[in-house]
């Protein structure tokens, strides 16, 4: 990945914890489209990193049936190509010297 390993050193005593954690990541990591899946900080969220918007699309009512209409899901983008992404503000130093 472009981006470097992604890991969470918090993962492994979370998911022993809370068994349906690693279910919920695996079950991501294996939908085609994405390109990983990571709990956040200390296992407040399982999120994944997707090829496209459209596989949050679909895979959205996947997971509201697999683990039930209460699963908190939000579609979400990164700020690769927001104003504040380090890629962006480095350009601009860069043309404004």
Not at 29 to 34: D, E, F, I, L
Request: aromatic residues 8%; glycine residues 6%.
């Amino acid at each position: 990945m472009p981006w470097g390993i992604m890991s969470n050193d918090l993962e492994r005593p979370v998911f022993a914890k809370h068994l349906v954690l690693p279910e919920i990541k695996a079950w991501l990591a294996a939908q085609s489209g994405v390109r990983a899946a990571l709990m956040s900080g200390s296992g407040s969220t399982v999120f994944a990193v997707l090829e496209d918007p459209s596989v949050g699309e679909a895979l959205e009512p996947l997971a509201r049936e697999r683990y039930g209409e209460p699963t908190w899901i939000r579609r979400c983008s990164t700020l690769t190509n927001s104003p504040f992404s380090s890629r962006r503000i480095a350009k601009t130093v860069t043309t404004e010297d």
